[in-house]
């Protein structure tokens, strides 16, 4: 999932993405249903004893670009429509503390990682070809020095 993310991504997509993607993978293989189980149940399903199936359309591609609904837009506020209605974030997974449908979305900006409801995934990285904005995400989080950076 990081190899992939990286070589679609390479100006966002680092290894201190790290932590986001092996998580997401265990939680993949933990809702996956066994090839060579009987009933094709997951781990999941096993270990509980209940027959209930993960919805596969919360599953999205790892790192892809997140557009995330501008805060105003989101609490119904009056809005310009001069100004931008979503910021471009980075998808690190379903939320572990709420809904599966609620995404972990990293803000290049800050460096922040907060959970987010109101949000379209581009799972084919079909914007990012086009993107020049240098994330500043690394910076902010202490992963490398202004020196670094340019």
Not at 78 to 93: D, E, F, N, Q, T
């Amino acid at each position: 999932m990081m190899m992939h993310a990286n070589h679609k991504w390479p100006s966002s997509i680092t290894t201190n993405l790290w932590p986001y993607a092996l998580r997401m993978a265990n939680d993949t293989y933990n809702n996956a249903p066994l090839a060579y189980h009987e009933d094709k149940k997951s781990p999941l399903q096993i270990a509980s004893g209940t027959n209930v199936m993960i919805n596969q359309k919360h599953y999205k591609t790892f790192g892809c670009p997140v557009y995330v609904l501008n805060r105003s837009l989101q609490e119904g506020k009056p809005h310009s429509k001069w100004l931008k209605r979503s910021r471009v974030g980075i998808y690190l997974g379903p939320s572990p503390h709420h809904n599966r449908n609620i995404a972990l979305v990293l803000d290049r900006d800050t460096g922040l990682v907060s959970p987010q409801f109101h949000v379209i995934f581009d799972n084919e990285f079909e914007t990012v070809m086009e993107d020049k904005y240098d994330s500043q995400w690394k910076l902010r989080a202490g992963f490398i020095t202004q020196r670094e950076n340019h």
